[in-house]
């Protein structure tokens, strides 16, 4: 029972310490709500914003800053899909507007924050791509355009290494026809990440177990154009690149190694 007084009393002590109906006017509510996010009061922002953004107009020039608060204040509480979206009525609300920029960026990153782990579904981190795509494309020399590039990077070391996982699922079930279709999608999708190099080791693995010649012959070809000439995997594999200008046939196992062959699909 102490217990429960306790925090009736807290909880009183806080309204007493911060009341927006208590402000006279927009302004001046605005200037103490400011203060109590500076202060990182989280849930006393929100209120002071939250009330803010009911109640002023639609064209009233603080509403952009209030909605931009209150969206950083769910995203300080990890509240992520409400500060995504109160990010974006800034964006949509006010395209011209300072903040458009920053608001855009906001909701691709509190939508990333969304999808942190590559075992599940992945839906609010292709959100979260197609947000920071949008912020290239409107406002490509914004500075929170060089945060969203490096965003949409790790998006797609992260996109890349789920589909690789994926794709070894079906390689450990021995399902080959679908392991091949996600490694091809890791390889042409995002081909400048670290699963990409290992999704074509996996290819090559695959292609010599099935006797797809021309594709292992591919897959070589697209490793010796890609990666470094001691990189150690894809020596084991195909072993080493062919001198410039060499038209011989390579043999390695059984994979005949042309220079020159151009990446292909390989079957459905």
């Not at 080959?176 to 990409?196: E, M, Q, R, S, W």
């Amino acid at each position: 029972m102490l217990v429960l007084l306790g925090v009736v009393f807290a909880l009183a002590g806080c309204g007493r310490g911060f009341r927006p109906r208590d402000f006279a006017n927009p302004e001046a509510l605005f200037r103490a709500t400011l203060m109590e996010f500076q202060a990182r009061n989280w849930a006393n922002a929100q209120l002071g914003f939250e009330q803010l953004s009911n109640e002023l107009g639609a064209r009233d020039p603080l509403l952009p800053p209030v909605l931009f608060y209150l969206a950083m204040t769910h995203e300080q509480r990890s509240e992520y899909l409400l500060a995504s979206q109160a990010f974006m009525r800034v964006a949509d609300g006010f395209p011209d507007d300072t903040l458009a920029p920053q608001a855009i960026l906001g909701s691709g990153r509190s939508l990333q924050q969304m999808w942190r782990k590559t075992v599940l579904d992945a839906t609010e981190g292709q959100q979260a791509a197609t947000t920071l795509r949008m912020l290239l494309a409107t406002f490509p020399d914004s500075k929170a355009a060089a945060d969203a590039r490096v965003r949409l990077d790790t998006l797609d070391d992260r996109f890349a290494t789920k589909d690789y996982e994926v794709g070894m699922h079906y390689v450990r079930r021995g399902a080959i026809d679908p392991a091949i279709i996600y490694f091809k999608d890791v390889v042409a999708t995002y081909p400048n990440t670290a699963h990409a190099r290992l999704s074509w080791l996996r290819l090559h693995e695959l292609y010599t177990k099935i006797r797809w010649k021309d594709d292992a012959t591919d897959a070589c070809t697209a490793m010796w154009k890609a990666y470094a000439d001691d990189d150690l995997d894809v020596l084991k594999a195909c072993g080493r690149r062919p001198p410039a200008g060499d038209s011989t046939t390579v043999k390695k196992d059984s994979v005949v190694i042309v220079p020159g062959a151009l990446p292909r699909p390989g079957p459905n």
